[in-house]
T-cell receptor, first 111, second 114 residues
């Protein structure tokens, strides 16, 4: 599925680093999402943006900071992460109540 | 709160055999339902969806699923599995009129023996 792209695909960072994940959707959708996928755990919804406004923050620690400058772009800014934050971070987009289309994910490793 | 259960964590089938992956949900309203597939290191790809109408829905790659309201189930089926179907499968549920939040099951890992 090339409608949703994510960069970088892989990221290794130390606990004191600051990095950002980028997501871009080319589908004309107006909702975008960040999910965290860890081994042996259900997919965890982190944030939801509708028409650039954040409508859901699922009790995510403040070391994760989302940004949605427009309906096509979504960022996840990372700072002072912990090793347990290592996971696959997935971005998705949708119309208001349609199916969600996922990007390929960013595999994050925190040392 | 809504929940989705996929009771089988792992399933192994022989190539050419039929497949059924189970999904049960707990919801107080009319749900809309999805099945996604994920290959290693990749994002989730939509296989099929149910919003309303015919309770037997057809998807990509020869998959189908049947919505049974009385059993709160949305099981995924394929009559003949191919080795390339080996992947992880996720069932997801959303609430009609409840915004665009989906609840995902924990997934079923499918292994295909040649």
């Amino acid at each position: 599925e090339t409608g949703v792209t994510q960069t970088p695909r892989h990221l290794v960072m130390g606990m004191t680093n600051k990095k950002s994940l980028k997501c871009e959707q080319h589908l004309g959708h107006n909702a975008m999402y960040w999910y965290k996928q860890s081994a042996k755990k259900p997919l965890e919804l982190m944030f939801v943006y509708n028409f650039k406004e954040q409508t859901e923050n699922n009790s995510v620690p403040s070391r994760f900071s989302p940004e949605c400058p427009n309906s096509s772009h979504l960022f996840l800014h990372l700072h002072t992460l912990q090793p347990e934050d290592s996971a696959l971070y997935l971005c998705a987009s949708s119309q208001e109540q349609g199916e969600q289309f996922f990007g390929p994910g960013t595999r994050l490793t925190v040392l | 709160a809504q929940s989705v259960t996929q009771p089988d964590i792992h399933i192994t089938v022989s190539e050419g055999a039929s497949l059924e992956l189970r999904c049960n949900y707990s919801y107080g309203a009319t749900p809309y339902l999805f099945w996604y597939v994920q290959s290693p290191g990749q994002g989730l790809q939509l296989l099929l969806k149910y919003f309303s109408g015919d309770t037997l829905v057809q998807g990509i790659k020869g998959f189908e699923a049947e919505f049974k309201r009385s059993q709160s189930s949305f099981n995924l089926r394929k009559p003949s599995v191919h080795w390339s179907d080996a992947a992880e499968y996720f069932c997801a549920v959303g609430l009609t009129g409840g915004g665009n939040k989906l609840t995902f099951g924990t997934g079923t890992q499918l292994k295909v023996e040649l």
